[in-house]
Every structure is written in structure tokens, then in C-alpha cells.
């Protein structure tokens, strides 16, 4: 996946925006809450997301994933995709979408329905 397509899909799901930070980092954001990140590796394109525990437990050994840099050794269930094998884009894809879900859903009630996500 390049960071166009990332992007593209990121900006595709309900409430998100964009910043540029750390260091070039795309973040994208639900609401005020993080849950996908494009950057943070040197050699290729990195993609760091949060998941559920099992989806962490499943995913943090497999070649190419690792826990997330930062994020995972504060105790946070998030995966960052940093070279192949990796998973493919359509997995990728469905587990950004699984990372706004599972963050949406640690809104607020309120603040969901701000955005239009309930």
C-alpha cells in the first residue's frame, strides 16, 4: 500500500481528519482520537493501527507486523505494519477500517452522534 491509497482510504471513512506531525507522520484522527498512523519506518512505508486483543495477540509475531513503536509498549493494543510480507493491501485495508471502528466506538455517546457515527 502507498500512503496515496492509505490516505485515500483513511479520508473514505465517516468524521476523520488529517494532520501531518511527528516528523512527516500522516495521522489521521476520528473525532480527537488517533487510530491510524502513515510513517514512522525508515526503509519502506509503515502503517500503524489499533486492533482488538485478539487481532494484537494474532498479528504482533507475524513477519513484517510488529507491536507499535511507542504505542504498544504503553500498554496499547496497536500494530504497525512495517515491510513484507506483512499483510496484504486488502487486509490492511480491512483492519484501518476495524482501527476507526474500534475507536469510534471509545467516543463519547455524544461526541458519536456530534460526528454521525451512531
Not at 496515496?4 to 471513512?13: G, K, Q, V, Y
Not at 507522520?25 to 502503517?47: M, Q, T
Not at 513477519?63 to 510480507?85: D, N
Request: include cysteine; proline fraction near 6%.
Amino acid at each position: 500500500m502507498t500512503y496515496d491509497t492509505f490516505n485515500a482510504l483513511c479520508r473514505s471513512l465517516p468524521a476523520t481528519t488529517h494532520v501531518v506531525q511527528w516528523g512527516g507522520a500522516h495521522v489521521w484522527k476520528v473525532g480527537p482520537k488517533i487510530f491510524a498512523i502513515g510513517g514512522w519506518a525508515d526503509e519502506a512505508a509503515a502503517f500503524t493501527f489499533k486492533v482488538s486483543d485478539l487481532a494484537y495477540e494474532i498479528l504482533r509475531d507475524q513477519p513484517g507486523l510488529r507491536p507499535a513503536p511507542y504505542l504498544a509498549s504503553r500498554g496499547m493494543k496497536w500494530i504497525q505494519h512495517y515491510a513484507r510480507p506483512g499483510l496484504s493491501d486488502r487486509d490492511l485495508k480491512d483492519y484501518l477500517r476495524q482501527s476507526h471502528h474500534i475507536v469510534s466506538l471509545g467516543l463519547p455517546k455524544k461526541k458519536q452522534r456530534e460526528l454521525g457515527l451512531s
